[in-house]
């Protein structure tokens, strides 16, 4: 896998982890799959599936970027365990220089640029709020 | 209630279980379950289901759903994972071997398929007729006077008589050849359409469907024909033929279309483009049991015993032809017992196109040979087994170098049949490759197969289900058979004898090795002794002293054509300085030309008649075709009383035993049937020529001054293009209809022999195939047998050995096999090319030397082969081979 990192793009991390990542971050150590479901529902206001967030964990862990560890049993799930998560440096990293490249894209957008955006653009009718709106 | 609402729908649940990835599994479960408690307290159980499903099948995607070769299975799908693994891998690391095994099997399964090929399409012949299996053909066979008659035709009355006097024909038709006539509708005016007169109920024994026109009615009217798709474009283009009237030129009648029919499928026994109604020739409605001209087809009831039927024919022979034989002055009694036969003869349609032997223009097209469908089924067999043969080989001798990898997986646990597992996959995927490989081999070589075999196979032939179901079959078979001897030997090791190395070869491998590669060696020396013997037989045909010059001869076969011009025209010709001498025939004794025949008598002795071949010529005919008198003289030029002259041949004078006086006999030749004749006066006797192919021996023939048809020229130059040109200027000023056509005698002598030149040339380029892969076989061989004693050649050239000596040391083994081959070929050989050159009236002597030079040249072969490897074994520095261990 590091070799994989190293040789591809480096710290690539998509918009979805991207936003699972800080989700991680925010709840520290009481990110685990429901809780991380519920906070992004909650803070975003955008559904999400346990099959897109499993995905996107499995894949973070996979890239080095998240680590978990078996959390304790309890009554209400059936005995299930949890699996908690936790960023790692890599993972931190990844975040970083994510935040960095927006950081420098958001600068270098000439002032002028605004003047000749439609007022209508607005953050209330970003399409893909209504696509994933099918299991709320 | 309160209960049942924690507990998730199963289904899904179970769906989930089944999909997950097992180290997902408890913490995925564990979030659906909380979310499912969760919101079955807040929005109720239907709502909290619906979601767990939604979530669930969101869940089923690729990063979540198990591996395949997963983690933690029962199965053994890892452990077979290994086994292609490790065979591809090991199948890699012998590059060498890998390439001759495949190669080797890919060529024997591609001849295989295209033998199968050009097999399965020989014996499909005259099967497309829904009632193939119930029509038969009537024949013609006999003696008479001592000359064996055998003819596919029959008289006109066969057919009408054996449908009323046995109820289990249920139909019978008849078709009689008209040739290609010159037809012509409107402007299109066409004389390359094969016609035939048939029967009204022709199409109701035939499957030839019908495009337009009724079956049944197409041709119960005279002069109605019945003309094929292809026919009905040529002379109509896009207009409906139905009712449109053809116009016979030849004999100025006019045939009216009522059907249009499919092409005649290829594999058929007939193929006519023009089927006329017989209804309106009136010699199809005479009682003459003397005359043959009719094929004559019967539909025969289910069931009916063939060899049954044809015992009832004798009786209708006496009942019908009898009378009219006495009518010629001999009680049918008296013509038997003078040891005359004359019988009709029962022929399966479906035995027609591979067995019938009727020879030169009686039947109606030159059939299959059923000789050469056993000689390349055998070619076919052969070569794959001994691809096989190879495979098996060359797998078990590699294999012996893995005793060390079979002795490691035993002692760590491999079962038996894992191992034989590991083999045969490794089998499998060779043959798998070869496979893929001969298909493709074959879909690259079939134009040219075509070419050679004058058939019009398809590549898509092996997409039939039944086909690739066969491959299919075949494939598996071969891996079983290539697999299983490594497979089942290999697994048998004791772990601690392969381990330690101890294992060798054995005995008993190397003895069936030594089986296998004599059996490769009997067949390649087989097949190189029918190649010489094939191409000598045809060489000698080529060779031969037919009688007659076929060089620079140009035959205008056409040339009557020009009607009153022919003289003219032949004038013109006769003044052009390259032309040596001109004659007027219609008979060419290669290619298609006229064929009459009568019978004839000499002096008084009447009853001793026989059937004899008349040519008519005239006086150039002799000199212009470079025929020879043996005594007598040639006709001469101009003369009347010259018509009641002949010259016969050499057989004529010993057919009529006329040898000592030939000269001033009298041939007779009846005139009708009251007992009138001519007479004509023999003087002249010209050396026996071949005028039919050398299948036949030479028949009595007589020539008269009679001359008509076409014209042959002798030319003096070689520029026969420029010649013909001329030609083709002359006939054109004459300003005829007809296209100038022409061709050549000794091509049209050639493809005479066509059918054998290509089977010689399919034999040779699959001999040679066969060869090529047997030496491919011996190559693998030697190359394993040097690995195996490289110590041994390294210690003996430490010793003092010298490269040949040593290279004899690595083949005498294999030498002494490939002898011991020959003793098993060459009676082999020698049975069936004898057979073989049965076929030939002419044919060469099989001599002794041909066997030391088929025999010294597939030693060469091998020894070549073997050379390679010994040579290069032989001059390695033994430091090499001896530093190791």
């Not at chain 2, 179970?14 to 997902?24: E, G, Q, S, Y």
């Not at chain 2, 192919?693 to 130059?717: C, F, Q, V, W």
Request: hydrophobic share 45%; with cysteine.
């Amino acid at each position: 896998m590091a070799k994989y990192i190293s040789t591809m793009k480096k710290y690539q991390l998509g918009e979805f982890e991207e936003v699972v990542m800080l989700t991680v971050g925010v709840l520290y150590k009481d990110a685990y799959g429901v809780s991380i479901k519920k906070e992004i529902e909650s803070r975003l206001s955008r559904s999400v599936s346990v099959g897109a967030l499993q995905t996107a964990l499995k894949r973070l862990e996979d890239k080095g970027y998240l680590k978990s560890f078996e959390g304790e049993a309890t009554e209400e799930r059936a005995g299930r365990p949890k699996k908690y998560f936790q960023i790692t440096a890599l993972g931190k990293k990844a975040m970083e220089y994510s935040k960095s490249t927006r950081d420098e894209l958001w600068s270098a957008i000439p002032k002028v640029a605004w003047k000749f955006m439609s007022p209508q653009t607005t953050a209330d009718s970003r399409p893909w709020l209504v696509d994933e709106k099918i299991w709320n | 209630m309160e209960l049942k609402n924690n507990v998730p729908p199963q289904l899904p649940l179970r769906f989930f279980r089944w999909f997950c990835h097992p180290k997902l599994l408890k913490y995925i479960e564990g979030d659906l379950i909380e979310l499912y408690e969760e919101r079955g307290k807040e929005k109720g159980k239907r709502k909290a289901d619906i979601k767990f499903l939604g979530d669930v099948l969101l869940l089923f995607r690729p990063s979540i759903i198990r591996p395949i070769e997963g983690y933690e299975q029962l199965n053994n799908y890892g452990m077979y994972k290994s086994y292609f693994k490790i065979s591809w891998r090991n199948l890699l690391r012998n590059k060498g071997l890998f390439a001759i095994n495949i190669s080797g099997l890919a060529i024997g399964i591609a001849t295989c398929l295209l033998i199968m090929m050009f097999v399965a399409d020989e014996l499909s012949f005259d099967r497309f007729n829904k009632k193939a299996d119930q029509i038969v053909r009537v024949v013609l066979k006999g003696k008479v006077n001592g000359e064996i008659i055998k003819e596919a035709v029959t008289a006109a009355p066969v057919a009408a008589t054996l449908k009323n006097e046995f109820p289990e024909v249920l139909e019978a038709t008849r078709l009689r050849r008209v040739g290609t006539p010159k037809i012509s509708y409107q402007n299109n005016t066409f004389r390359n359409s094969q016609a035939a007169f048939v029967d009204p109920n022709f199409f109701s024994v035939f499957t030839l469907p019908f495009i337009q026109g009724d079956a049944k009615t197409a041709l119960l009217l005279p002069n109605s024909i019945v003309i094929t798709k292809e026919q009905a474009e040529k002379y109509f283009g896009t207009e409906d033929p139905i009712n449109k009237l053809l116009e016979f030129k030849d004999v100025k009648e006019q045939y009216k279309v009522t059907g249009v029919i499919e092409n005649v499928p290829a594999n058929s026994h007939f193929h006519f483009d023009l089927f006329a109604s017989m209804e309106g020739l009136a010699h199809s409605k005479e009682d003459k049991w003397l005359e043959s001209n009719y094929f004559t087809y019967l539909v025969l009831a289910e069931g009916t015993d063939i060899k049954a039927f044809e015992a009832k024919m004798p009786a209708i022979i006496k009942k019908y032809m009898g009378p009219q034989v006495a009518q010629l002055g001999m009680t049918f009694e008296k013509f038997q017992e003078s040891g005359n036969k004359i019988g009709l003869f029962i022929q399966s349609l479906t035995d027609i196109h591979l067995f019938s032997d009727f020879v030169g223009s009686s039947e109606l097209e030159p059939g299959g040979d059923i000789n050469s469908i056993y000689i390349f089924g055998a070619v076919a067999l052969f070569m794959l087994l001994i691809a096989c043969i190879n495979f098996m080989n060359l797998s078990t001798a590699g294999a012996t170098k893995r005793s060390k990898e079979v002795g490691v997986k035993k002692v760590l646990g491999s079962r038996k049949n894992q191992l034989v597992h590991q083999f045969l996959i490794e089998s499998f995927i060779s043959t798998a490759v070869a496979m893929i490989l001969g298909v493709l081999i074959v879909t690259v070589s079939l134009t040219l197969f075509n070419q050679l075999s004058g058939k019009a196979l398809e590549a898509a032939f092996l997409l039939n289900p039944k086909v690739l179901g066969a491959l299919l079959a075949l494939g598996i078979f071969i891996s079983l058979l290539a697999g299983s001897y490594p497979a089942f030997f290999l697994s048998s090791i004791k772990p601690i004898a392969a381990l330690k190395n101890r294992f060798s070869n054995g005995g008993k491998s190397k003895g069936i090795r030594s089986i296998l590669v004599v059996f490769q060696f009997v067949i390649s020396a087989t097949l190189i002794l029918a190649i010489i013997i094939v191409s000598q037989q045809m060489s000698y045909i080529q060779d031969k002293n037919i009688g007659y010059n076929r060089d620079q001869r140009i035959v205008l076969r056409e040339s009557y054509l020009l009607g009153k011009n022919e003289n003219a025209f032949k004038n013109q010709l006769l003044a052009d300085p390259r032309i040596e001498s001109v004659t007027m025939s219609a008979f060419i004794p290669a290619g298609p030309t006229d064929n009459n025949m009568t019978g004839v008598w000499v002096g008084d002795t009447k009853e001793d008649f026989r059937r004899t071949v008349i040519y008519g010529i005239d006086p150039s005919y002799i000199p212009t075709m470079g025929m020879q008198l043996v005594t007598g003289r040639n006709f001469s030029e101009g003369s009347e009383s010259e018509n009641d002259k002949v010259i016969v041949n050499e057989a004529f004078v010993k057919a009529f035993s006329l040898e000592g006086n030939p000269l001033g006999q009298s041939i007779n030749q009846r005139t009708d049937n009251e007992g009138s004749y001519s007479s004509l006066t023999i003087v002249g006797v010209i050396k026996d020529f071949h005028f039919r192919s050398l299948h036949e021996p030479i028949a009595p023939l007589m020539m008269r001054n009679d001359p008509y048809g076409g014209l042959i020229i002798k030319s003096k130059t070689n520029e026969m293009a420029d010649l013909i040109e001329s030609i083709h200027a002359k006939w054109q000023a004459f300003n005829v209809e007809e296209p100038f056509t022409y061709a050549l005698l000794d091509e049209l002598y050639n493809e005479t022999y066509l059918a054998e030149q290509n089977m010689g040339t399919i034999l040779k380029i699959f001999g040679l195939l066969t060869i090529f892969v047997a030496c491919l076989g011996l190559f693998g061989l030697v190359t394993f047998t040097a690995e195996q004693r490289v110590k041994e050649i390294g210690v003996r050239k430490v010793l003092g050995a010298n490269v040949f000596q040593i290279v004899s040391i690595l083949s005498k083994d294999l030498m002494v096999l490939v002898a011991i081959s020959f003793i098993i070929a060459f009676p082999l050989g020698f049975y069936l090319m004898d057979k073989w050159l049965q076929g030939f009236a002419y044919k060469i002597d099989i001599h002794w030397w041909v066997y030391i030079v088929a025999g010294l040249s597939t030693l060469l072969i091998a020894l070549f082969t073997v050379s390679f490897k010994t040579v290069k074994a032989a001059l390695a520095n033994p430091v090499d081979s001896l530093r190791s261990e």
